[in-house]
């Protein structure tokens, strides 16, 4: 017989620019004793010219996120380990590319070179065992980002955070054929000041754990 300790389980922290996900991560990390790995965005070479250039940078900026959260999604199966990751692989092709396709600053060629890569990719990895959804209105992240005041967002046009708000709410639907999806309206639960939201959601993701365990000791496998 086997215990959490001995299963890992994998949680990705989902959503738009500025809802929170950092947040979360880190206060799921430190409640579990669990590697936290964020969205590589300080040191980012490319970040600060894209959102200068969207049309000149795009391709550089999606291919550098694809590759770091490969790395990130690898070393995580690799260690065995249970984790939480900020932002998924899925939402690289799924949210920000397309939307970045559809809005003309990703060509047809580039667009395409980039999903081909990202399905290599994925093909050898193992899905998260729950996609946490942080939902916020446009208005509410747009505040936020303007809150926390990182230089290379200063100039984060509304309509952007509206075209990816807009993708992910038709994307999460399917994103649960992928693996389990849990939504949280961040704007009405307040996961970074109320110990009651943060127990309810610890105690989910405590039960999940404990299903995996269960699953795995009767030979259900991973």
Same mark, same amino acid.
């Given at each position: 017989?086997?215990?959490?300790?001995?299963?890992?389980?994998?949680?990705?922290?989902?959503?738009?620019?500025?809802?929170?996900?950092?947040?979360?991560?880190?206060?799921?990390?430190?409640?579990?004793?669990?590697?936290? *790995? *964020?969205?590589?965005?300080?040191?980012?070479?490319?970040?600060?010219?894209?959102?200068?250039?969207?049309?000149?940078?795009?391709?550089?900026?999606?291919?550098?996120?694809?590759?770091?959260?490969?790395?990130?999604?690898?070393?995580?199966?690799?260690?065995?380990?249970?984790?939480?990751?900020?932002?998924?692989?899925?939402?690289?092709?799924?949210?920000?590319?397309?939307?970045?396709?559809?809005?003309?600053?990703?060509?047809?060629?580039?667009?395409?070179?980039?999903?081909?890569?990202?399905?290599?990719?994925?093909?050898?990895?193992?899905?998260?065992?729950?996609?946490?959804?942080?939902?916020?209105?446009?208005?509410?992240?747009?505040?936020?980002?303007?809150?926390?005041?990182?230089?290379?967002?200063?100039?984060?046009?509304?309509?952007?955070?509206?075209?990816?708000?807009?993708?992910?709410?038709?994307?999460?639907?399917?994103?649960?054929?992928?693996?389990?999806?849990?939504?949280?309206?961040?704007?009405?639960?307040?996961?970074?000041?109320?110990?009651?939201?943060?127990?309810?959601?610890?105690?989910?993701?405590?039960?999940?754990?404990?299903?995996?365990?269960?699953?795995?000791?009767?030979?259900?496998?991973?």
């Amino acid at each position: 017989m086997t215990d959490n300790r001995d299963v890992p389980f994998y949680l990705s922290i989902s959503g738009n620019i500025g809802v929170g996900k950092s947040t979360v991560c880190e206060m799921v990390g430190k409640a579990f004793d669990w590697p936290t *790995y *964020y969205e590589p965005v300080a040191g980012n070479p490319y970040l600060a010219d894209y959102y200068q250039d969207m049309p000149r940078w795009s391709f550089h900026l999606q291919i550098y996120f694809l590759s770091k959260r490969f790395e990130v999604q690898k070393d995580i199966i690799e260690h065995g380990c249970s984790a939480v990751q900020d932002r998924t692989i899925y939402e690289d092709v799924e949210i920000f590319a397309k939307v970045l396709h559809d809005r003309g600053a990703m060509d047809d060629r580039d667009y395409e070179n980039y999903r081909e890569v990202f399905h290599n990719m994925v093909s050898f990895l193992r899905p998260p065992d729950l996609v946490l959804y942080l939902r916020a209105g446009v208005d509410a992240a747009m505040s936020r980002i303007n809150n926390r005041a990182r230089d290379c967002e200063s100039g984060i046009p509304r309509d952007f955070i509206q075209d990816l708000h807009d993708a992910y709410e038709e994307w999460i639907p399917r994103a649960g054929e992928i693996c389990p999806v849990r939504v949280i309206d961040s704007e009405t639960v307040n996961l970074r000041d109320d110990p009651a939201a943060q127990r309810e959601l610890l105690d989910y993701i405590r039960g999940l754990h404990e299903g995996k365990r269960k699953q795995m000791a009767a030979g259900g496998g991973a």
